[in-house]
């Protein structure tokens, strides 16, 4: 069983998720909503302070890819997207147990 394809298959697997428009509309909703309670609360608390306005394209850019790179979200994808067994992939014993034991 040759590995690579399952490897490339797996992130595009993770970031396409099986629900339609109304389940869409509710997670986009939820976020909104979280966006309109945290943001006031973090400015009014002062855990959230405004330099974005002093910040150059560059400092933009340079911000977006650094987020992007969180460790967080590098662990999660190898952990979860990599190593663990999707439940829709038919695999045999044997390798659902090479899946585990990498896990």
Same mark, same amino acid.
């Given at each position: 069983?040759?590995?690579?394809?399952?490897?490339?298959? %797996?992130?595009?697997?993770?970031? *396409?998720?099986?629900?339609?428009?109304? @389940?869409?509309? *509710?997670?986009?909703?939820?976020?909104? $909503?979280?966006? $309109?309670?945290?943001?006031?609360?973090?400015?009014?608390?002062?855990?959230? %302070?405004?330099?974005?306005?002093?910040? *150059? *394209? %560059?400092?933009?850019? @340079?911000?977006?890819?650094?987020? +992007? $790179?969180?460790?967080?979200?590098?662990?999660?994808?190898? +952990? %979860?997207?990599? +190593?663990?067994?999707?439940?829709?992939?038919?695999?045999?014993? @044997?390798?659902?147990?090479?899946?585990?034991?990498?896990?």
């Amino acid at each position: 069983m040759n590995l690579f394809p399952l490897l490339l298959a %797996r992130p595009a697997g993770a970031l *396409t998720a099986p629900f339609g428009l109304a @389940q869409l509309g *509710t997670v986009v909703a939820l976020a909104g $909503l979280y966006g $309109l309670l945290a943001i006031p609360l973090g400015l009014a608390s002062g855990l959230l %302070r405004p330099p974005w306005r002093r910040l *150059t *394209t %560059r400092t933009w850019l @340079q911000l977006a890819a650094s987020l +992007l $790179l969180m460790r967080a979200l590098m662990a999660e994808g190898i +952990l %979860r997207v990599l +190593l663990l067994p999707r439940p829709l992939s038919a695999l045999e014993l @044997q390798p659902q147990l090479a899946w585990a034991g990498l896990g």
